[in-house]
C-alpha cells in the first residue's frame, strides 16, 4: 500500500493488545504489513505506542508494559511472587487474554469472605447501560453484595495482592463485589465493558473509565455447574476455591472475545468474588 494510512486510536489499542499477549516490536509490525498496513506507518504507529523503552529494547525478553493490566508472564512462570503469597499459573490464552491462577486465596480467606458477606447478599444488580443507574436483570439470577474498596483488613489484603498480580493500582479497582447462584441460578452471556452504544454509558465511564479487566475469584467449587465460560472460544472455567479467573479488554469490542457467562448452578451453590478493573482511578 503506498498512501498514507493514519495511525487511529484502533489501531493504537489494537498494538497495546498485541503487545500485552507478548508480540515484541519486530513481531508487531510484521503481523501489521500482513494485514495490510505500510511498513513504516506500521513501525511508526508501534514505535509511538509502545513505551519508548521497550520500542529502543525491541528484543523477545523486554518488558512489554502496557496500558492493560496483565500478569506478570514473561519467561513462562509457573507461579507468580504476589507478596504474602506465591499464585500458581495454571493456563493462559492470548485471544481472548485469558489467565488461569491457582493459590490466590487460602481456603480459610475463601471462608472469611463468603461469612463476611453472607449477612449483606441481596438479589443482584446489573448496571443498567441505558440510564448509567442500577436494575434487577432477569439474565442475572444470583445474589450479590459490594465491599467498599479496603473495606475490611481482609479486602485490603486481597485487593492488594490482586493489584501486584496484574500490575495494575488498587486504587483503579471497583469495590470487591460478592455472588453467590444457588441451584438453577446464572448469569447469561454478557461482556463487563459498558457498551459505547448505551446513553447511560458516559455517566458509568466518568467514574474512572472503562472497564479493561476482569478478575473472578472462586470461593467454594459447587457440585455440579457453575463454569464461567467463554462461548466465543468454546472455554470453560471450572470453579474451585482459591482459584481465579483473569480475562482483559483493550477496546469495548465483541471482537475482545470477552463474551462470557456464568453457567447454571446444577448442584450445590457457588460463591464467587469479582474485581472489575478500571483505566483510571475509580472513585
Ligand atoms: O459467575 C461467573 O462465573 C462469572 C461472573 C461474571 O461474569 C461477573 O461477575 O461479571
Ligand atoms: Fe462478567
Not at 487474554?97 to 487460602?106: E, H
Not at 465491599?147 to 486481597?158: D, N, P, S
Not at 459505547?196 to 472462586?218: C, F
Amino acid at each position: 500500500m503506498s498512501a498514507r494510512q493514519p495511525i487511529t486510536p484502533a489501531l493504537r489499542a489494537w498494538i497495546a493488545e498485541r503487545a500485552a499477549e507478548g508480540l515484541d516490536l519486530p513481531a508487531l509490525v510484521d503481523a501489521m504489513c500482513q494485514a495490510g498496513w505500510d511498513a513504516q506507518v506500521a513501525r511508526q504507529a508501534a514505535e509511538e505506542t509502545l513505551p519508548s523503552d521497550t520500542a529502543a529494547a525491541a528484543s523477545p525478553e523486554a518488558t512489554l508494559a502496557t496500558n492493560l493490566p496483565e500478569p506478570a508472564l514473561q519467561g513462562a512462570p509457573t507461579r507468580i511472587d504476589v507478596g504474602d503469597r506465591t499464585v500458581d499459573v495454571l493456563m493462559a490464552l492470548a485471544h481472548p487474554r485469558v489467565v488461569l491462577l491457582g493459590n490466590l486465596l487460602s481456603p480459610e480467606e475463601c471462608t472469611a469472605l463468603i461469612d463476611a458477606a453472607r449477612p449483606r447478599m441481596a438479589r443482584s444488580l446489573t448496571v443498567a447501560t441505558a440510564t448509567g443507574g442500577e436494575e434487577v436483570n432477569a439474565d442475572r439470577t444470583s445474589e450479590g453484595m459490594f465491599f467498599q474498596r479496603g473495606e475490611t483488613a481482609l479486602v485490603q489484603r486481597i485487593e492488594a495482592r490482586i493489584a501486584r498480580l496484574v500490575n495494575w493500582p488498587v486504587e483503579h479497582g471497583e469495590g470487591l463485589q460478592v455472588l453467590r447462584y444457588g441451584p438453577g441460578a446464572e448469569y447469561k452471556p454478557h461482556y463487563d465493558y459498558f457498551d459505547p452504544a448505551q446513553r447511560g454509558t458516559p455517566t458509568l465511564v466518568r467514574r474512572g473509565g472503562q472497564r479493561v479487566a476482569t478478575l473472578v475469584l472462586y470461593l467454594n467449587a459447587p457440585a455440579q455447574g457453575g463454569a464461567t465460560t467463554f462461548p466465543d472460544v468454546g472455554l470453560e472455567v471450572t470453579p474451585h476455591p482459591g482459584h481465579a479467573v483473569f480475562f482483559s479488554y483493550a477496546r469495548p469490542d465483541p471482537d475482545t472475545r470477552t463474551l462470557h457467562a456464568g453457567a447454571p448452578v446444577h448442584a450445590g451453590e457457588k460463591w464467587i468474588a469479582t474485581k472489575w478493573l478500571r483505566e483510571r482511578e475509580f472513585h
